[in-house]
């Protein structure tokens, strides 16, 4: 089922969308206001927005077709004029859609949003005056205190959990399945959600930083990116902590290369992205061997998979097809999903969900929510998660370590200290 949308502002009669280029933005990030905001960026360029011109929250195994229905019901009563005509100019919206259909998904329509592709900057406004020339907001303050505590499972819960999905394993169950864990900051002093973004984009430059509605993080892995006819999806399964040191990260890397325990965990997460787009695409491309992309924190195995679409299906479409990865879930999809319910022992939220942006062209940019958070301004309270990919061989000690270790992006930018 989908909820009835939460719109602000409903429009009765059509509504004026403004898209006006800009002078080149240096920091997007540095024009988020304390307000409401929302963020998708990535080396400089990307989209961030503030102001809710509408909200749509969504449930239920029809969300990402509810959600291009009350999408289209809405682009029905604007008027655009839209003089830059890139991918994300003209009336955008981001989303953060929950891992399980049974959960929230959230919506955001900002009154205004500021854009960077390719060195070409842009502002949007959606019946609101357009800032032509949009001021740096005050520097976010640190946390005063953080303190950590055990999440859903203890450690040694979690180390059990997984110690029995291997069993199932191993009895032929399945072939994989991804289990989570999370943990909480209890913060004194300010929590401003601009503090992590800033930091997290600084410290991550080759991931998708993002805030969708209280959600906000890091992510290395595109689920799918559509402008035009072209798709692209970036896959990673298969992970090694960095030390720092150049030796030893290259000695990590070539491990992972070779690790078959790893090669298999990314070999189901490749082919269940490349079985979801064939539906769609043609002139599909998938390498034969993975790289690995190195993170301040982590290395992984990656794969880029690229097609050319063959129907006219957008973005939130393509999104449907490819949720849940088995980067995300495992293999079989229903049977781990299952497995997850069973042994994880939390409720994931937005997690591991597609999260980004779409346009009124169906173009747009959906990243798997990982590397992120929940914020809790009221409470004063962060909740990060971290998953791992379990297949034969895995050993629960090291999948806390490999925790641990996608664990820290968060950690550190709450710390002012890191």
Known sequence: MVTQPQVHAAPRTPLRVTTTPLPRVDNLLALLPPEESAAWVR????????GVAARLQVRGDERFSGT????????????????????????VAFASFAFDARQPSEIVVPRIVIGMRSGQAWVTALDAPVPTDPP????????????????????????????????????????????????????????DVRYLLQRLAAHYPSCWTFHVAGLVGATPELLVRRTGDLVTSRVLAGTVRTFGDADADQGMAQALLGSGKDLEEHEYAVRSVARALATHCTDLEVPEHPRVLELANVQHLATDVTGRLADT????????????????????????????????GMDRGRYAGPVGWFDAHGDGEFGIALRCAEIDASEGTVRAFAGCGIVTGSEPEKELAESNAKLVPIRDALEANS
Do not use: M, N, Y
Request: proline share 6%.
């Open 43 to 50: 080396r400089g360029e990307g989209l961030v927005g503030w």
């Open 313 to 344: 299906a957008s973005v939130l479409s393509l999104v449907a097809s490819l949720h849940p990865t088995a980067a995300v879930c495992g293999t079989p999809t229903e049977r781990a999903f299952s497995v997850i319910a069973e042994l994880e």
């Open 68 to 91: 291009q229905r009350w999408w289209s019901d809405l682009l029905a009563h604007l008027t655009i004029e839209d003089s830059v005509s890139l991918p994300g100019t003209g009336p």
């Open 136 to 191: 740096l907001s005050s520097v976010p303050d640190a946390p005063t205190t953080v303190r950590w505590s055990e999440g859903s499972r203890s450690p040694l819960a979690w180390q059990q959990s997984v110690a029995q999905a291997l069993a199932r394993i191993e009895r032929g169950e399945l072939d994989k399945v991804v289990l989570a864990r999370d943990v909480i900051a209890h913060v004194s002093g300010s929590l």
